[in-house]
T-cell receptor, first 115, second 115 residues
């Protein structure tokens, strides 16, 4: 089974702090994604990566950055956390394989609260 | 542009009732894939099904069934004889070239099954 793990289930930070959210997958997937989930809005893509050291902006990248130094690890960084970044953050991974339509596998999520 | 609409925000049923979740999508592409995911209270999204745009056959998996109709751009999901363990948020999603192969999610439908 694909296993996607996230470093924390719950996190509380203060406004202005730098926040790191870590995600690790163990299935050698090329693609990795970061989403945030807010009530009534579904999941919105923040950043994704097709390969090591590659990153692409998603739909809502403002206020975030990412790092992918190793294939299995994809980090989301909030340079200066703000209260409007309080949300559930979900990491996912998928194979490129033979096509671009493969399902994504998700981690358990990190519920971040910024005070 | 692509879009997924789940008009039902919340559905509450009594155990053993059937429940149908609606999903309507928009895309200009002729090749695309549709997905359903389940998010139980634990938070981790679980992949349920992937269906490509050229396969309109309905699918049944145990108590779950899916009805794909291209004519109405719908991909509805039915849970037959619901159980308490079916209580979750369910997301419909779409991948298509017009969306740069990024997964677009609907807002989700919260299903509550009461004993």
């Amino acid at each position: 089974d694909v296993k996607v793990t996230q470093s924390s289930r719950y996190l509380v930070k203060r406004t202005g702090e730098k926040v790191f959210l870590e995600c690790v997958q163990d299935m050698d997937h090329e693609n990795m994604f970061w989403y945030r989930q807010d009530p009534g809005l579904g999941l919105r893509l923040i950043y994704f990566s097709y390969d090591v050291k590659m990153k692409e902006k998603g739909d809502i990248p403002e206020g975030y950055s990412v790092s992918r130094e190793k294939k299995e690890r994809f980090s989301l960084i909030l340079e200066s956390a703000s209260t409007n970044q309080t949300s559930m953050y979900l990491c996912a991974s998928s194979l490129i394989g033979t096509g671009l339509y493969n399902e994504q596998f998700f981690g358990p999520g990190t519920r971040l609260t910024v005070l | 542009a692509q879009k997924v609409t789940q008009a039902q925000t919340e559905i509450s049923v009594v155990e053993k009732e059937d429940v149908t979740l609606d999903c309507v999508y928009e895309t200009r592409d002729t090749t695309y894939y549709l997905f359903w995911y389940k998010q139980p209270p634990s938070g981790e999204l679980v992949f349920l099904i992937r269906r490509n745009s050229f396969d309109e056959q309905n699918e049944i998996s145990g108590r779950y069934s899916w009805n794909f109709q291209k004519s109405t751009s719908s991909f509805n999901f039915t849970i037959t004889a619901s159980q308490v363990v079916d209580s979750a948020v369910y997301f419909c999603a779409l991948i298509a070239p017009g969306g740069d192969y990024k997964l677009s999610f609907g807002a989700g439908t919260t299903v509550t099954v009461r004993a």
